[in-house]
């Protein structure tokens, strides 16, 4: 299962397909962006195995410098990846890219995230370590997915 519709949280079993999702993801976007990226990672909580996760990829994507992604904002919309500037309000500091069928037009689906900062920031560093400690401690994990 991949993507969920607009408005809509529902928690599924990790699966496989998951993460195979987003190495294909990150192939398309270090494609597209090349030499600008400093790193890109698969974060989020279908990054984390050992719980029960919204079926939406987060990817995040360190960069220098803002203006180096937007130039490719034509380039990532013909992949698929939709620029929300809107967001902006709620997530300083970083640019958003989402994917799926609600974005296109053609459905309602949510599948992916795209999540732009700037390297070394705390964002980023935030994205990294959450994502660690929550795989180094299953049992963190398991407890937090329990209080949502």
């Given at each position: 299962m991949l993507g969920l519709k607009r408005g809509s949280?529902?928690?599924y079993e990790h699966e496989k397909q998951w993460e195979t999702e987003a190495q294909s993801t990150i192939k398309q976007l270090k494609n597209i962006l090349g030499c600008v990226i400093k790193d890109i990672q698969h974060v989020g909580s279908t990054s984390i195995p050992s719980i029960k996760a919204k079926p939406i990829i987060d990817i995040a994507v360190a960069i220098d410098d803002f203006n180096d992604v937007l130039k490719f904002e034509n380039e990532l919309r013909e992949s698929g990846f939709y620029y929300r500037p809107q967001a902006q309000a709620t997530?300083?500091?970083?640019?958003?890219?989402?994917?799926?069928?609600f974005y296109d037009g053609t459905g309602d689906l949510q599948t992916h995230f795209i999540h732009v900062v700037l390297a070394n920031s705390m964002d980023w560093i935030n994205y990294i370590?959450?994502?660690d400690y929550l795989n180094s401690n299953p049992s963190v994990a398991y407890e937090k997915v329990q209080t949502i």
């Amino acid at each position: 299962m991949l993507g969920l519709k607009r408005g809509s949280v529902a928690l599924y079993e990790h699966e496989k397909q998951w993460e195979t999702e987003a190495q294909s993801t990150i192939k398309q976007l270090k494609n597209i962006l090349g030499c600008v990226i400093k790193d890109i990672q698969h974060v989020g909580s279908t990054s984390i195995p050992s719980i029960k996760a919204k079926p939406i990829i987060d990817i995040a994507v360190a960069i220098d410098d803002f203006n180096d992604v937007l130039k490719f904002e034509n380039e990532l919309r013909e992949s698929g990846f939709y620029y929300r500037p809107q967001a902006q309000a709620t997530l300083r500091n970083q640019l958003l890219f989402a994917c799926g069928s609600f974005y296109d037009g053609t459905g309602d689906l949510q599948t992916h995230f795209i999540h732009v900062v700037l390297a070394n920031s705390m964002d980023w560093i935030n994205y990294i370590n959450f994502r660690d400690y929550l795989n180094s401690n299953p049992s963190v994990a398991y407890e937090k997915v329990q209080t949502i």
